[in-house]
């Protein structure tokens, strides 16, 4: 079984500020994680990947995030917000390897409001 | 490289009509997902295909839903007949392999039920 929680459904910060998602995920299995965005009236678009290489792991847009199995997190960050950066922000989980497909759990979503 | 293509965009129906989603994915992937997202909720996995074979159909609401990918290229989810709760927003996903290491999604199709 697997799961993911998304702390905060909507987040609001100054433009040049530091951005914090949070995102903690439960599975039987070591997972494979996601980010993904949705622009307004867009798809999902992958920020970045998790696939049990390096834990520190860089996205598109200065986007990282950290794979912490302690904790079992893993937390989106940037630097400095852009207006740009406005959008919902989606964390998931898959088992991978497993008979069943790899189907992702999906958190209920993080949108962010960048403020000038 | 084109994208996966979902149509129509949007779609707004009566409720007791039927609609039809269709899903072109990346050509290659035998892989194939839908997703859905009900208003204020998450994205909930429906159904996956590997090539025209449904691989895992567990997240499938009931029997008013039937998807279905015939010759493995593209695919259609139809509900019939439509409900109030059906409405959301349809994601599509195709996939070239089942690791898990990438999928690459659609525009999805915003879906009404009035």
């Known amino acids: 079984a697997q799961s993911v929680t998304q702390l905060g459904s909507h987040v609001s910060v100054s433009e040049g500020a530091l951005v914090l998602l949070r995102c903690n995920y439960s599975?039987?299995?070591?997972?494979?994680l996601f980010w993904y965005v949705q622009y307004p009236n867009q798809g999902l678009q992958l920020l970045l990947k998790?696939?049990?290489?390096?834990?520190l792991v860089k996205g598109i847009n200065g986007f990282e995030a950290e794979f912490k199995k302690s904790e079992t997190s893993f937390h989106l960050t940037k630097p400095s917000a852009h207006m740009s950066d406005a959008a919902e922000y989606f964390c998931a989980v898959t088992q991978p390897f497993k008979a069943a497909g790899n189907k992702l759990t999906f958190g209920g979503g993080t949108r962010v409001l960048v403020k000038p | 490289e084109a994208g996966v293509t979902q149509f129509p965009s949007h779609s707004v129906i009566e409720k007791g009509q039927t609609v039809t989603l269709r899903c072109d994915p990346i050509?290659?992937?035998?892989?194939l997902y839908w997703y859905r997202r009900v208003m204020g909720k998450e994205i909930k996995f429906l159904l996956h295909?590997?090539?025209?074979?449904?691989?895992?159909e567990s997240g499938m609401p009931n029997n008013r839903f039937l998807a279905e990918r015939t010759g493995g290229t593209y695919s259609t989810l139809k509900v019939q007949p439509a409900e109030l709760e059906d409405s959301g927003v349809y994601f599509c996903?195709?996939?070239?392999?089942?690791?898990?290491?990438?999928?690459?999604f659609g525009s999805g199709t915003r879906l009404t039920v009035v």
């Open positions: 295909f590997v090539k025209e074979s449904k691989q895992d």
């Open positions: 050509s290659g992937h035998d892989n």
């Open positions: 998790y696939t049990s290489a390096a834990t």
């Open positions: 599975s039987s299995v070591p997972p494979y």
């Open positions: 996903a195709s996939s070239q392999d089942r690791q898990g290491n990438g999928y690459t």
